[in-house]
Structure formats: C-alpha cells, structure tokens
C-alpha cells in the first residue's frame, strides 16, 4: 500500500508487513529542516497552506512493523537509531530493496559510508 503525506513524503508497505516511511517536511532529518521559516505544523494550526518544497536532494527514513521500528545506520555509526536522516536517493533505494524481499526479517540495516557528495 502507499500513502503520501502531503506533498512532502510517503509510506510504503510491503506484502511481508514492514513499512518504509520517506519523509522530507520541515520536521524531517533533511535539507528542508535548515529552510529558516516557519513550520508547516505552525501554519496547518492557523488554518494557512504548508510551505514546505514538494522536492529535497536527501530525506529521512524510518521501517517499522507492528510499532516495532527497525535500525537503520551507515558504516561509521556504531549504534544506529530508528531514523536514518539526510538518506540520499540511494540510500533509499537500497533501504526499500531490503524491506520489500519476503524474506526480510526486521534486522538492523546497515548501509555503506555515504560519499560526501551526497550531503
């Protein structure tokens, strides 16, 4: 199933149960955070429309079952969390193949070290 959120990310869930959650609102570990501006939430709370861009070069993650969520971390991150922030597009990617295979079993996802470029 897929669901959006606004125009500023989605969810995707898979046949096996697991959802990816890609977000990149003004909430969200991304480029969009640092915009200096006031919050969509603030603005939805006054009755005014998100300002938020429908477009980010990077954007958080999360997977999560149940209520259950999923770590996420790159190579240098020892511990890893249940957000995996400023995701590149492939990143993401890679992310969503893991999640997708039936067989995926809910174990901690560990990405290569991003290149700086990705930034």
């Known amino acids: 199933m897929f669901k959006t ?4 990310g989605f969810t995707i869930t898979f046949g096996n149960g697991f959802t990816v959650s890609v977000q990149w609102n003004d909430f969200a570990y991304c480029s969009n955070r640092d915009l200096g501006r006031e919050s969509d939430f603030l603005r939805d709370c006054k009755g ?40 590149s597009t492939d990143e993401v990617a890679c992310i969503i193949s893991i999640v997708s295979d039936k067989n995926y079993n809910g174990s901690e996802i560990r ?4 290149r700086m470029s990705d930034d």
């Open 5 to 8: 959120n606004n125009t500023n």
């Open 48 to 87: 005014l429309p998100p300002i938020t861009p429908n477009e980010c070069k990077n954007a958080e993650v999360a997977v999560f079952m149940d209520g259950k969520w999923v770590r996420l971390a790159r190579g240098g991150d020892s511990e890893g969390d249940d957000i995996l922030g400023w995701a």
């Open 111 to 114: 990405l290569e070290q991003r």
